[in-house]
């Protein structure tokens, strides 16, 4: 039995952050019902990354709507509107993704929802919290990164700002609303009482510094300063970092640099014997090593340092990484078939249960599949 | 009632990944009880960012591990080991991240434990899974992002690649054990089984991959493409990504590049107008922007942009983030107290419930702090 059977899911959500954490409890064995504009649906429909279409729509989608049912409907028609509000009273768990104030005026926010269903676990995600200047402005992935300072901590030291180039915000905050809803069903189970959970793309990607933010309230606000030479992070010193080979690309994480230039053969390395210069000198130090580790292939230094227990890799790309035994052994990807028939390859939940990997067959649904069948099901039309 | 209120964590877990679940875990209402090697503790109180320390441990370790008590144990004495034992058979959650195969040479594998405790939910933390070639590599944060292709989405094109400047790996995968946990916690009050809960720092950063790698995997496996210059997503179409101003740096994601010529009065963009040009001359269509955009100030293009809803943003840094109101606003950072008097500002749980932000003033416990409660209220020793 996959740990959240029996729980049902109705999510308001669009694009990726309430998405993906409604995709993470539909894996995890819920059953989730996408609310979807009919017609034109969630906007990722159409939303596309690079010019590839699925079946009519975009990748992104597809990726993180399989594993639901969708039912139609538009919230300012009363009719519509009625039969939510009766789908509403059997679900568990109600979530949204809306600029603040926009659910209140459709009607289904927290009041109105617990009103309709005390026992719901109602969860939400703004751009920015509910207060303040930035209430208003767009709940979008990149512009919460740029507000939160996030950008100075990757790429050199006199680089432009270098943004993650990945969902980091959507993806945390959608994690994080599953940490809020998950514990308050946990909570519910003992009292009965439901919950609202509110978190925001902003607060999830301050949370991500929680570590380098500390440091910078403790060390009287001084200015984060990447590493000159092969930064991977602002706070940590030599050898930490990517560096260019004979042949590719080797990274290294902690390691005592005598010791690392013993190994590698490198005596100007030999007189750093202070932790503290790792850190002071790192640029200088880590400029000895770019040197030094250009001369020889990434295969070769492998086969001097991991022996050693000095913690390092090779750096992959993806066609090297997919071609790899050590990804081939998680049967990490799972081919997903839509009810057109059309097939497509993405990832599993990376969460194992008992030993299981929790795979499902289901791909992403068309807008209003399962309208008609959920009104049966549920009795949403005629006399209550 | 915090949400978590009555339950029992227990934690083996080390530095940043398996802690840092144990840390919401605390802030959502548990209690969570670290298992330390007496003496010098857990290995994080020893490992610093910056040199910077708190007494006699780092404040890395202080931000990770507070509102945590802290039991010291030998796992190789039998004595402790008997002890730990009697507070797993109480435990509602075990959490670790040792390499493969460490916590069984203390007889403390999942098979072992569920004898002690059929209700426990156990969970666990490996780098890279515990079959396949990399099983006995450490699981290190970097070394995980490296393997996983992720240092190849940012960056500009002909950059090295580039990790992501912060423990994304482990930060992720602490955050995927303490979903399964809650989910398996949640199974539990129904059928009252515990369970078995896995996770790894290579699935997690796959899965942070998850949209990307989707369309690599139907796309014919094309590499990815980071843009020339201002990249911020290899899969995203112009405008998308950071230009410099006049003073400063403006973030721009997507939208439409006719309204955006014309907003911006920029001539030379407006021969690309349909939705493919964005793709297709992206790196053509960021050169002129980035031309346009550096000849006014942040805030001169902000007025003109965000009435018109373009979606848009001002790069921050830490300075100007935390003076700033929409920061101050959210009451993101607390002090937690420590037993000198002294404090620390650190950030709270990201989550609110019921309108609350959970916060809490306890600091991280001395090794070995709460050995005494523990045996007189846990163990009636």
Same mark, same amino acid.
């Given at each position: ?128 919290? /509910?207060? !303040? ?5 767009? =709940? @979008? ?5 740029? #507000?939160? $300072?996030?950008?100075? %901590? ?91 080979? /004979?042949? !590719? ?5 902690? =390691? @005592? ?5 013993? #190994?590698? $053969?490198?005596?100007? %390395? ?115 | ?381």
């Amino acid at each position: 039995m996959r740990p959240l059977e029996g729980i049902l899911v109705l999510d308001f959500g669009q694009f990726l952050s309430a998405p993906s954490a409604s995709l993470r409890l539909a894996d995890l064995g819920a059953r989730v019902i996408k609310i979807e504009r009919p017609v034109t649906g969630d906007i990722c429909r159409q939303l596309y990354v690079s010019n590839v279409v699925l079946d009519g729509e975009s990748t992104v989608f597809h990726a993180i709507n399989r594993n639901k049912e969708s039912f139609a409907a538009d919230l300012k028609n009363p009719r519509d509107a009625e039969r939510l509000r009766r789908l509403i009273r059997h679900a568990d768990v109600v979530m949204h993704n809306f600029r603040p104030g926009v659910i209140e005026r459709l009607g289904f926010d927290y009041e109105s929802v617990r009103r309709l269903n005390p026992a719901v676990v109602y969860g939400e995600i703004s751009g920015y919290g /509910a207060e !303040g200047p930035w209430r208003a402005k767009p =709940g @979008q992935d990149l512009l919460a990164q740029a #507000l939160s $300072g996030l950008m100075w %901590l990757s790429g050199n030291d006199g680089d432009p700002p270098v943004p993650m180039g990945l969902a980091i915000a959507d993806i945390l905050s959608g994690i994080h609303l599953t940490h809020g809803i998950l514990a308050c069903l946990v909570r519910r189970a003992i009292t009965g009482e439901g919950a609202r959970v509110q978190v925001s793309m902003l607060e999830s990607v301050l949370d991500l510094q929680f570590e380098v933010l500390t440091t910078f309230f403790q060390d009287g606000g001084e200015p984060v300063r990447r590493s000159a030479v092969a930064n991977a992070h602002a706070y940590l010193g030599a050898p930490y970092g990517i560096y260019q080979t /004979a042949d !590719g690309w080797l990274a290294l994480a902690m =390691g @005592q640099v005598p010791v690392l230039g013993r #190994l590698l $053969g490198c005596a100007a %390395l030999e007189p750093y014997t202070e932790p503290r210069e790792w850190f002071d000198r790192r640029d200088e130090i880590k400029r000895v090593l770019a040197d030094h580790l250009k001369t020889r292939t990434t295969a070769e230094w492998l086969a001097v340092l991991e022996p050693a227990d000095i913690w390092c890799a090779d750096v992959l790309d993806w066609r090297r990484l997919l071609a790899h035994d050590a990804f081939h052994v998680l049967g990490m990807i799972q081919t997903v078939r839509r009810s057109s028939g059309f097939a497509y390859r993405t990832l599993r939940c990376p969460i194992r249960v008992d030993g299981e990997r929790l795979y499902s067959e289901r791909g992403s649904p068309a807008v209003g599949e399962h309208t008609a069948a959920i009104i049966e099901e549920f009795k949403l039309e005629g006399e209550p | 009632m915090k949400p978590l209120e009555g339950l029992l964590v227990v934690e083996f877990g080390i530095y940043l990944a398996a802690p840092s679940a144990g840390l919401k875990l605390a802030d959502l209402g548990a209690r969570v009880i670290k298992i330390e090697p007496p003496g010098r503790g857990e290995p994080c109180r020893h490992l610093a960012i910056k040199h910077l320390f708190v007494g006699r441990d780092s404040l890395l370790f202080h931000t990770i591990n507070r509102n945590k008590e802290s039991y010291a144990a030998n796992l190789k004495d039998p004595g402790d080991l008997e002890k730990v034992k009697r507070l797993l058979a109480r435990a509602d959650v075990l959490t670790h991240n040792f390499r493969p195969g460490t916590m069984e040479k203390f007889g403390l594998g999942w098979n072992e434990v569920r004898q002690l405790n059929p209700r426990l939910v156990y969970a666990e933390i490996s780098g890279y899974g515990a079959e396949g070639p990399w099983r006995n590599k450490p699981g290190q944060d970097l070394l995980a992002q490296s393997v996983s292709g992720l240092t190849w989405l940012s960056g500009d094109a002909g950059a090295p690649p580039t990790p992501m400047g912060i423990a994304v790996a482990d930060i992720l995968c602490g955050s995927h054990l303490l979903q399964g946990i809650l989910a398996a916690l949640l199974r539990r009050s129904k059928t009252g089984r515990g369970a078995h809960v896995e996770v790894s720092l290579l699935e997690s950063v796959l899965d942070f991959q998850f949209e990307v790698l989707t369309t690599h995997l139907n796309d014919g496996g094309r590499p990815p493409q980071r843009a020339r210059r201002g990249n911020a997503h290899a899969y995203l179409a112009a405008p998308y990504g950071v230009y410099a101003t006049a003073d400063g740096y403006l973030a721009l994601a997507m939208g439409s590049l006719d309204r955006l010529a014309k907003l911006i009065d920029c001539e030379e963009l407006e021969r690309f107008t349909g939705s493919e040009d964005g793709f297709a001359h992206r790196d053509e269509i960021m050169e002129i922007l980035a031309r346009h955009l550096a000849q006014r100030t942040t805030a001169e293009w902000l007025a003109l942009l965000e009435p018109a809803d373009v979606w848009c943003a001002e790069v921050l840094d830490y300075p100007r983030l935390v003076a700033h109101e929409g920061f101050r606003v959210l009451k993101m950072d607390q002090q937690v107290e420590l037993a000198g008097g002294s404090k620390i500002r650190t950030l709270r749980c990201p989550i609110r419930i019921d309108g609350e932000r959970l916060t809490s003033p306890r600091p991280a416990p001395a090794a070995g702090e709460h050995n005494e409660i523990i045996d007189k209220e846990l163990l009636d020793a």
